[in-house]
């Protein structure tokens, strides 16, 4: 498999860096990952205006022209032969400069379901800091609790903080709807990352209300839909062994609406 490295196309066993970097040390860096849809990177200028402005926050300096990116993304899921996948470019810090990778790959789940059961972690979400915003090289914590859903067959699970507050999923954002059939999403004060899903769905719902949920008062939603930049959007259709509507009326309505205002080549589900 090729990637980029540090703007040449090579063979991805060729790319090194030394064991006393910063990024291997501290794991300085940061990393953003968008849908390939059609060889074409979809929301490449949202993902590149986060992660400019993530790489700033931990102090990295990027002297990049994202057009050129745009560009290297294109080829490189050309010589990879991958028309729809996903996509990663990642920085880290070195003693002198900074390193930028990109990466073009086959989809995590080739057939992934159209709804999907989720879990709540055991594992506890660090909660609002100065870099909960920040879509970091540190991800150790979310990447666990998501392969022990996975390893446990849930497809996704929610980690809660200390304040008892149900966050975000292990790869995703979720939103939920109560018994007065309101929508809402966990505010990044709760230490939720800004997804690129996430905003797009709250540009299209405005009336949308900002509001972490304890978790006994999660287990109590009427619907659950979780989002994420490689499937988008997902009904949930079991929380933690209790069935939900998938899709309910509103999730319904936000599919629909995502889907028109941001149509792609997939065959659609268009709920009724």
């Given at each position: 498999?090729?990637?980029?490295?540090?703007?040449?196309?090579?063979?991805?066993?060729?790319?090194?860096?030394?064991?006393?970097?910063?990024?291997?040390?501290?794991?300085?860096?940061?990393?953003?990952?968008?849908?390939?849809?059609?060889?074409?990177?979809?929301?490449?200028?949202?993902?590149?205006?986060?992660f400019?402005?993530?790489?700033?926050?931990?102090?990295?300096?990027?002297?990049?022209?994202?057009?050129q990116?745009r560009a290297?993304?294109?080829?490189?899921?050309?010589?990879?032969?991958?028309?729809e996948g996903?996509?990663?470019?990642?920085?880290?810090?070195?003693?002198?400069?900074?390193?930028?990778?990109?990466?073009?790959?086959?989809?995590?789940?080739?057939?992934?379901?159209?709804?999907?059961?989720?879990?709540?972690?055991?594992c506890?979400?660090?909660?609002?800091?100065p870099?909960?915003?920040?879509?970091?090289?540190?991800?150790?914590?979310?990447?666990?609790?998501?392969?022990?859903?996975?390893?446990?067959?849930?497809?996704?699970?929610?980690?809660?903080?200390?304040?008892?507050?149900?966050?975000e999923?292990?790869?995703?954002?979720?939103?939920?709807?109560?018994?007065?059939q309101?929508l809402?999403?966990?505010?990044?004060?709760?230490?939720?990352?800004?997804?690129?899903?996430?905003?797009?769905?709250?540009?299209?719902?405005?009336?949308?209300?900002?509001?972490?949920?304890?978790?006994?008062?999660?287990?109590?939603?009427?619907?659950?839909?979780?989002?994420?930049?490689?499937?988008?959007?997902?009904?949930?259709h079991?929380?933690?062994?209790?069935?939900?509507?998938?899709?309910?009326?509103?999730?319904?309505k936000?599919?629909?609406?995502?889907?028109?205002?941001?149509?792609d080549?997939?065959?659609?589900?268009?709920?009724?």
């Amino acid at each position: 498999m090729q990637i980029v490295f540090n703007g040449e196309f090579i063979e991805h066993d060729q790319a090194k860096i030394g064991i006393f970097e910063p990024a291997v040390l501290y794991g300085l860096g940061c990393f953003s990952t968008l849908r390939l849809h059609v060889g074409k990177p979809r929301f490449f200028d949202e993902h590149w205006k986060r992660f400019s402005q993530n790489a700033a926050e931990i102090g990295l300096t990027l002297k990049l022209d994202p057009e050129q990116i745009r560009a290297q993304i294109i080829e490189l899921a050309d010589k990879n032969e991958v028309t729809e996948g996903s996509i990663r470019f990642s920085c880290h810090e070195r003693h002198e400069g900074v390193d930028f990778t990109i990466f073009v790959t086959q989809p995590r789940r080739v057939d992934p379901p159209a709804t999907y059961r989720v879990t709540l972690s055991d594992c506890p979400h660090p909660g609002a800091s100065p870099l909960s915003g920040v879509k970091h090289n540190n991800y150790a914590l979310f990447r666990a609790a998501h392969l022990q859903a996975r390893a446990a067959e849930w497809d996704e699970c929610l980690l809660v903080n200390a304040l008892g507050e149900v966050v975000e999923g292990g790869i995703s954002n979720f939103f939920w709807v109560d018994e007065d059939q309101c929508l809402f999403t966990p505010p990044l004060s709760s230490g939720a990352l800004p997804g690129v899903i996430r905003g797009k769905v709250l540009e299209l719902f405005p009336a949308i209300r900002e509001l972490a949920p304890q978790a006994e008062q999660l287990k109590q939603a009427s619907e659950i839909f979780i989002t994420n930049s490689s499937f988008e959007i997902k009904p949930v259709h079991e929380l933690n062994g209790r069935p939900l509507a998938a899709p309910g009326e509103i999730t319904a309505k936000v599919i629909n609406a995502f889907q028109e205002a941001f149509p792609d080549c997939r065959p659609p589900f268009i709920f009724q």
